[in-house]
């Protein structure tokens, strides 16, 4: 029975090629774009997720205080109020895993014939742990090293690509402002932060050496930022007002006085910018599913034309026994198959057109099996619900009436 009604839906469609292949277009279109679209939120989800793991886990950036000169202000890291002493006794909160004092600058290093102007950063081995940043290649300079001041260094594999090609850097001499380093360790690859910085354009030194030898501090023992990790995700909040408690009392501050150093919590940041991102491939599969209802449409407009069309033919089939749920299957069969074989299609254009962004754009593309059983059940289900009514129309015609359509 089934397998008749399929071979005349079949027949049907094969009578008007063309209009059966503009019905499918609808479909099509719509499945590749939903593909398409949820392909590349997938993709900006996961770029954004991996950047909020090469950041590391639980962070807060502690910065140094502004200042006023003359009446104009100057921004946040302008006045040396954060002291390598401050970052220790961050370290003796409970809720704070580890702590690196940090002291940037840019400095131009050289190693034979090359050179490269990247980030010097002073500051300590706990530096690796905070970021979760492991080495490839040596190791961290030690406390001993940042006790002595010791001209080691840490490198990124931006700067050692740059200045050794494929060459291991480590127990090589580099030149940092014309002062000689010995290189003990490569980092791994970190790749991108969420603000599109290269973190691996960077070099680690002790921040003793960054202080004495390489970029100098107003104050003895001063440091521009401390980067700090809570123990865990429940304990941020505490660990931030205990901060803000011991910071303030250390720099003996009064009560009503403003606070001379700025805390921020890179996690909710970045986890804020994880949700714009899944707001962001919510919205672009909603935009694209729009097209479904737009192809379902098309295929309701095509099976009641077909309706009018074979009028007769339902009143003749009606006569001479068929009964009205055969009319129904068949005219719901014809609008099934239109819209699998458009969904087939259209899985393949939304795979295909992904594929070519990744290679023209070079975008992060992801595509899911979910998406694609998604897509592709919802385009069933909207040539089912579309077409039913057509034929519901054609299986609820009077056998004398039909007959006598012209």
């Given at each position: 029975m089934i397998a008749s009604l399929l071979a005349e839906a079949w027949q049907s469609m094969k009578a008007n090629r063309m209009r059966s292949m503009l019905t499918m277009l609808g479909m099509v279109i719509g499945v590749a774009a939903v593909i398409l679209m949820v392909a590349i939120g997938n993709g900006a989800q996961q770029s954004v997720d991996e950047s909020i793991a090469?950041?590391?886990s639980n962070l807060f950036i502690v910065l140094s205080g502004s200042t006023t000169s003359g009446g104009v202000r100057m921004g946040t890291g302008a006045a040396p109020t954060l002291t390598t002493a401050d970052a220790d006794a961050i370290a003796e909160l409970p809720e704070v895993a580890a702590v690196a004092p940090m002291l940037p600058g840019t400095a131009?290093?050289?190693y034979?014939?090359?050179?490269?102007?990247?980030?010097?950063?002073?500051?300590?081995a706990s530096m690796l742990v905070v970021r979760d940043w492991p080495l490839v290649s040596g190791s961290a300079f030690s406390d001993a090293d940042v006790r002595s001041a010791a001209r080691t260094a840490v490198l990124g594999r931006t700067v050692a690509t740059n200045l050794f090609g494929d060459e291991d850097p480590v127990g090589k001499t580099i030149r940092v402002k014309q002062?000689?380093?010995v290189?003990?360790?490569l980092l791994a690859t970190k790749g991108q932060s969420l603000t599109g910085q290269d973190q691996d354009d960077t070099i680690l030194v002790p921040v003793t050496t960054a202080q004495r030898k390489l970029f100098g501090t107003q104050f003895p023992g001063t440091v521009r930022q401390i980067m700090v990790?809570?123990?865990s995700a429940e304990v941020m909040a505490a660990a931030e007002a205990d901060m803000t408690g011991l910071l303030r009392q250390r720099h003996h501050l009064p009560e009503r006085a403003d606070n001379d150093f700025d805390i921020r919590n890179l996690t909710a940041l970045a986890n804020t910018a994880a949700q714009t991102t899944r707001v962001m491939s919510i919205m672009l599969g909603a935009i694209a599913s729009v097209s479904l209802v737009v192809g379902g449409i098309g295929i309701m407009n095509i099976m009641l034309v077909s309706v009018?069309?074979?009028t007769r033919e339902i009143g003749i089939r009606i006569a001479i026994g068929a009964r009205r749920r055969d009319i129904l299957l068949q005219f719901l069969l014809e609008a099934v198959i239109l819209s699998l074989i458009g969904c087939f299609a259209g899985a393949l254009c939304g795979i295909g057109g992904a594929v070519a962004t990744h290679l023209i754009a070079n975008t992060m593309i992801v595509i899911t099996l979910g998406s694609v059983v998604g897509a592709f059940a919802l385009a069933s289900a909207v040539g089912v619900f579309f077409g039913y009514y057509p034929a519901r129309r054609a299986a609820s015609l009077q056998p004398v009436d039909a007959l006598r359509y012209q």
């Open positions: 090469s950041m590391g131009q290093v050289i034979g014939p090359n050179n490269w102007s990247t980030v010097v950063a002073g500051t300590t002062t000689p380093f290189v003990v360790g990790q809570a123990r009018t069309e074979r």
